[in-house]
């Protein structure tokens, strides 16, 4: 059977944008309810796209074109059990896409989802799992007492009963999840589990919470703008600044720590781990401040950030030099190197964010660019494109972090260059000035392989970019010396030679030459054959520079199952963090509680680093 839906009459008016979704939802859910998959794919366009985050597919999805989501539908309908889908608050209707916030609910959950029709069928349509029914966060009506009224003899307070369940766990009662790293990526999704009641334990190698910023280079600031950054539950506060400094957010992490009361780990790091099959169970050697200490749990979580190891390069002759050599991940800042030369091979964030640093010390500084960099300065990345979504007129308006976190989630990848390809001409437009006098200093200048800049740069390879916030200006002054379109050929003992046989002085070299894919902490922690059976972390099988094919749809291997069981990835930015994170911790919980859990369109391995 296949489902229309109905053309007004043309003496009658048109429907509103809420009418029209209405319209729109009640057909699709008669449609699922009904499972009558041919009508509910036509009411999409041919290749209009379905995103999911965990609600049917229990993976994190997008199906483009009917083909894909018939195909999904047919094998996941049975078991989702779709009902009750709501508009939630009035549509809108602009350039001829009508937009609307809805509601659903699954036979174990509930969602929301966003939904883009034009000419009355769906261009996109996203779907989120907000809860787990019977199993919900708790919170409101659901938080806990805190205290017990009455006379109780032995009477255990909130300071006595958490310091016993802290020493209880990882002993006497192992946790049902282990997260390695503690960092902004674990400490998120450790908050989102402890909500959920699903015993943790992070495992962090530095003494402090926030000491994986707190240990960097002393000038290091956040890119991105505050509205974009917010933790889970508890946002900064509304005069906190617009770009964080790395001490600032430390202590900000450290206190979210306390406060969410996460069993957090510190001095502690895991030297080896294995998948014992027949308990079906991590087994994981911890070292606990000099306590060799064997924990157990059922989920195993890399939470080590969206990079793997530092990429070290080796050149001939690096043993001989004599002076100092280090990986960006080692730099702690310009303070010591004033009046020697300084080398920094690199031309992305880190090496700008370096050579500026060093720089404002009174460093002689030379930057070695081996390959061409995207550049855009922060002000127009905040004004062309966050701004609409994470800024104080955004707030102003209505949309909050948890819309502006699933309006940025509901365009597919697939779409995203499109509709970045202009924006970014817009900005090489607004600062053409700034590019002129770059590309005149020798500076090698891109916006990626399709024009599409600097996200979609982010989302396939996690390099080749750089937020300008005034290391540019050096570069294109002069001030920090350029030499581009080279390598380097060898270390001396107090030089470098590049590959068109000049040298360079140093005293310092920094390779600010990025890092390996996060599976990299696999085959350390676990084995190779670990890691190669997950297959490489990061990317979107764009086909572009350092994102191998085919395409994938979504990041590899991020936030969902992976082809090792139990074991998972989390990372990325502070925004990914944060909105990932809820459904990461989802998944998770649903496994703990034994919910059926049937994954749709597991992650296939094509690269295995």
């Known amino acids: 059977m296949t489902t229309h839906l109905p053309t007004p009459a043309d003496d009658l008016p048109l429907p ?3 009418q029209e979704v209405t319209r729109w939802l009640d057909a699709f859910g008669a449609s699922l309810e009904r499972q009558d998959i041919t009508a509910a794919t036509e009411l999409f366009e041919p290749q209009g796209y379905w995103r999911d985050l965990v609600t049917f597919t229990w993976n994190i999805k997008t199906l483009e074109g009917r083909p894909q989501i018939a195909a999904m539908l047919d094998a996941q309908l049975g078991s989702v059990q779709p009902t009750n889908w709501r508009l939630e608050e009035e549509a809108s209707l602009a350039d001829g896409v009508t937009e609307a916030w809805l509601t659903f609910e699954t036979a174990v959950a509930r969602g929301r989802g ?39 003899k032995d009477r255990r307070n909130w300071l006595d009963r958490k310091a ?66 917010h933790l889970p539950y508890l946002p900064f506060p509304d005069d906190w600044p617009v770009f964080s400094p790395k001490d600032k957010i430390a202590d900000w992490l450290e206190m979210y720590t306390r406060i969410m009361e996460l069993n957090y780990w510190g001095s502690s790091e895991a030297s080896s781990a294995r998948w014992d099959d027949a308990a079906q169970e991590w087994v994981i050697r911890i070292n606990r401040a000099g306590e060799e200490i064997t924990l157990r749990p059922k989920q195993l979580v890399l939470a080590t950030g969206m990079s793997g190891i530092p990429n070290q390069p080796q050149f001939p002759g690096m043993e001989n030099f004599q002076g100092t050599q280090t990986h960006s991940s080692g730099f702690r800042g310009g303070q010591d190197w004033v009046g020697k030369k300084a080398v920094v091979i690199g031309s992305n964030n880190s090496a700008h964010d370096i050579c500026a640093d060093l720089w404002e010390h009174g460093a002689d500084v030379t930057m070695v660019q081996r390959s061409s960099t995207h550049i855009a300065t922060s002000d127009s990345l905040m004004e062309l494109s966050l701004g609409p979504l994470y800024s104080e007129e955004a707030v102003a308006s209505g949309i909050t972090t948890e ?19 202009p924006l970014y001409k817009d900005i090489a437009e607004r600062d053409a000035d700034l590019y002129k006098r770059l590309e005149q200093a020798g500076f090698m200048l891109d916006f990626g392989d399709d024009g599409s800049g600097l996200f979609m740069k982010y989302l396939r390879r996690g390099s080749g970019y750089y937020i300008d916030v005034g290391a540019s200006e050096l570069v294109a002054q002069g001030k920090v010396k350029l030499r581009s379109g080279v390598n380097v050929s060898r270390v001396n003992a107090r030089s470098v030679t590049l590959s068109d046989g000049s040298d360079l002085p140093a005293d310092l070299i920094v390779y600010a030459t990025g890092y390996g894919s996060m599976n990299g902490w696999a085959a350390k922690l676990i084995s190779q054959e670990v890691a ?31 082809q090792v069981t ?44």
Not at 406 to 419: E, G, K, N
Not at 583 to 600: C, F, G, H, N
Request: aromatic share 8%.
């Open 16 to 18: 509103t944008p809420s």
């Open 164 to 229: 016993a369940a802290e020493a209880e766990l990882g002993s006497s009662r192992q946790p049902y999840v282990v997260i390695i790293g503690g960092g902004q990526g674990g400490i998120a999704l450790g908050a989102r589990l402890r909500r959920l009641s699903v015993p943790t334990i992070i495992i962090e190698k530095n003494e402090r919470p926030g000491d994986s910023w707190r240990k960097r280079y002393h000038s290091l600031c956040l890119h991105d703008p505050i509205w974009y950054d």
């Open 114 to 152: 966003y939904l883009r029709l034009r000419g009355g069928q769906a261009w996109t349509l996203l779907t989120t799992m907000l809860e787990l029914k019977g199993f919900e966060e708790r919170k409101g009506s659901r938080r806990d007492r805190g205290a017990q009224h009455g006379v109780v």
């Open 532 to 562: 190669d059976k997950v297959g490489k972390v990061w990317g979107l099988g764009s086909g572009t520079n350092k994102d191998p094919g085919p395409w994938e749809g979504e990041l590899r291997n991020m936030w969902k199952p992976t």
């Open 566 to 609: 139990g074991l998972w990835f989390h990372g990325g930015n502070l925004h990914q963090s944060r909105h990932y994170s809820l459904y990461l911790s989802l998944q998770l919980k649903a496994r703990m509680e034994e919910i059926p859990t049937p994954v749709y369109g597991l992650q296939e391995v094509h690269h295995t680093q």
């Open 403 to 421: 819309k502006a976190d699933l309006m940025f989630a509901s365009t597919p990848y697939r779409a995203l260059p499109d509709v970045h390809i």
